[in-house]
C-alpha cells in the first residue's frame, strides 16, 4: 500500500492493498479500497481457495465459474458443494442436476 492510503497496483491490474490481522475468531476485515476496487458489498459470499505453498485467496463463486469453465472436475466439485448451500445459487439453474457444463456424458 502507498504511503497515502492507496492501493499499489502491478501487472494486469492486480493490486496489494496491505495486510490484515486475524482475529481470535479467526476473521479479518478486508480493507476498504479493496472492497470498492472488487464490487464486495454487505452480504457478498466469497470462496475461500487454499494452496499449502501459495496460501489462500478469496473470490466470489460467479468469478470462480467464469475461471473453471476449461476445468471440468474442479466445477463439478464445487457445483456439488454448492447445491448444500440453499443461500448461494451459481447463477445457472439449468445444471443444477450436477451434470458437466459442456454437456458430454458422464
Not at 494486469?12 to 476485515?29: D, L, P
Request: charged residues 20%.
Amino acid at each position: 500500500m502507498a504511503a497515502d492510503g492507496t492501493a499499489a497496483y502491478g501487472p494486469g491490474g492486480r493490486g496489494f492493498y496491505g495486510a490484515v490481522t486475524v482475529s481470535e475468531r479467526g476473521q479479518i476485515s478486508l480493507p476498504a479500497q479493496a472492497r470498492r476496487d472488487l464490487g464486495i458489498t454487505p452480504g457478498t459470499k466469497l470462496l475461500v481457495l487454499g494452496d499449502p505453498e501459495q496460501g489462500l485467496a478469496l473470490m466470489t463463486l460467479d468469478r470462480l465459474m467464469a475461471n473453471l469453465q476449461g476445468s471440468n472436475a474442479l466445477l463439478s466439485m464445487v457445483r456439488e458443494h454448492m447445491a448444500g448451500d440453499p443461500d448461494q445459487g451459481t447463477g445457472d439453474e439449468e445444471s443444477g442436476d450436477g451434470g458437466s457444463a459442456d454437456g458430454a456424458a458422464s
